[in-house]
């Protein structure tokens, strides 16, 4: 019997539809409600590796809660309930198409162009003579596009979405308001804990009365890079690898293995270490962001659990 959750199909009472995600599966009630279950699958590249990562979705989903209860006195969010940890309940939206990824540091995807040669991204100019994971002198947002299941996002600048109406002047300044309150609130309590919250990405959109709203999750590992706060500064003057908790070491061992999602490259299967090491990861992360310790769920039946926590909730 396998011991994580890759895929769940659900027939939950007022259903109206189903939507398989990267990461979660999304069910729609009549009610304008969504159930979003958090899986073990694991997205590198825009591509869905073949092996999941215990504990990962209720790592996502948990990570997730929290943040949203710790933020939503300064921006409202869709969550009602957590009926199972696999499980996030709340009101329905109408997503923007655009993503907001707000980075403090010259990591990752803004790293990989930049040592291309770029030096502008979404429209932000970056000066010459930046180091990898050096500090910006404020967060930036590079937006890009929410693709369509099965396509890669796409970079875009604050002009291009404007220019293009996919959001109104006056929604994208909330937008741009709550995703830069967002950061700030996430890198002072990551801080608090003794990480440094190098970029992240947030997901909007509005309710049926037209309040716009975060939805999904915020501020976990697949959203999110963290550095260590110890030893950041030693390790940058001596140009050594920073210390991150995030999915980037993910990336770079697919990329050790030859590949990078691109057209023809075969994914590499994981080895049971290496989803191991993952998984310790992914725990690892959660107890410093939130300064809980973990707490496994059960994990014999892990769509019987969620089914008989959902069907409880929902008064079933």
């Not at 930049?114 to 937006?143: A, H």
Request: glycine share 6%; hydrophobic share 35%; with cysteine.
């Amino acid at each position: 019997m396998s011991t994580t959750l890759l895929s769940t199909r659900f027939q939950f009472p007022k259903q109206t539809e189903y939507y398989k995600g990267k990461v979660r599966e999304v069910y729609t009630l009549s009610n304008q409600k969504l159930i979003i279950v958090a899986t073990d699958r694991l997205s590198a590249f825009d591509v869905v590796l073949p092996q999941g990562i215990p504990f990962k979705g209720q790592i996502l989903n948990e990570i997730a809660s929290d943040m949203l209860e710790a933020t939503k006195d300064i921006v409202p969010n869709w969550l009602e309930a957590t009926p199972d940890p696999n499980v996030s309940v709340g009101v329905k939206c109408e997503p923007f198409k655009v993503e907001m990824v707000v980075r403090n540091y010259l990591v990752g995807h803004a790293a990989r162009e930049y040592f291309d040669g770029k030096r502008e991204l979404c429209g932000v100019e970056f000066e010459e003579g930046l180091k990898l994971n050096q500090k910006f002198s404020k967060p930036i947002i590079t937006p890009t596009t929410k693709a369509d299941q099965g396509e890669h996002d796409q970079d875009i600048s604050r002009e291009e979405i404007l220019s293009q109406g996919i959001v109104s002047t006056e929604d994208y300044k909330v937008l741009e308001d709550y995703a830069l309150k967002l950061f700030q609130r996430g890198a002072d309590l990551a801080e608090s804990r003794g990480l440094l919250l190098v970029d992240t990405k947030y997901e909007f959109g509005k309710t049926p009365e037209g309040k716009i709203v975060v939805i999904d999750e915020i501020h976990t590992p697949d959203s999110s890079r963290y550095f260590y706060k110890e030893g950041y500064e030693e390790r940058q003057a001596k140009g050594e690898k920073q210390k991150q908790l995030s999915k980037e070491f993910v990336r770079e061992w697919l990329m050790d293995h030859g590949f990078q999602g691109k057209e023809g490259q075969q994914i590499p299967e994981l080895t049971p270490e290496v989803v191991e090491s993952i998984s310790q990861r992914y725990i690892e992360l959660y107890e410093k962001i939130t300064g809980k310790t973990f707490i496994k769920a059960e994990i014999n039946n892990i769509e019987e659990r969620i089914l008989k926590n959902v069907n409880n909730y929902l008064g079933v």
